[in-house]
């Protein structure tokens, strides 16, 4: 494959592929579809500004495993 090949192959928009993999863990558990919706709308924005809805999603989702997490006992 020549550098000409390989440079029309990256995808201009500079998107990752977190919103477009699958959804699924390795228990074969889904992502709910709110998280994916949310994945999606930080993929649309340019790259210099993802890194706040990252940051946001990511202490969500931390919060509501902190809450949901049995080994902690009752609140």
Do not use: C, F, N, W
Not at 10 to 16: A, E, I, L, R, Y
Not at 17 to 38: H, I, N, R, Y
Not at 54 to 67: C, F, G, I, K, V
Request: glycine content about 6%; overall charge negative; proline content about 8%.
């Amino acid at each position: 494959m020549s550098t000409d090949e390989q440079s029309s192959a990256v995808d201009p928009t500079g998107s990752t592929d977190a919103a477009a993999a699958p959804a699924s863990t390795d228990a074969g558990v889904a992502a709910p579809d709110a998280t994916l919706a949310e994945l999606r709308d930080i993929e649309s924005k340019p790259l210099a500004e993802r890194a706040q809805g990252y940051q946001e999603l990511a202490d969500r989702l931390r919060a509501e495993l902190e809450h949901s997490d049995p080994s902690r006992g009752p609140s």
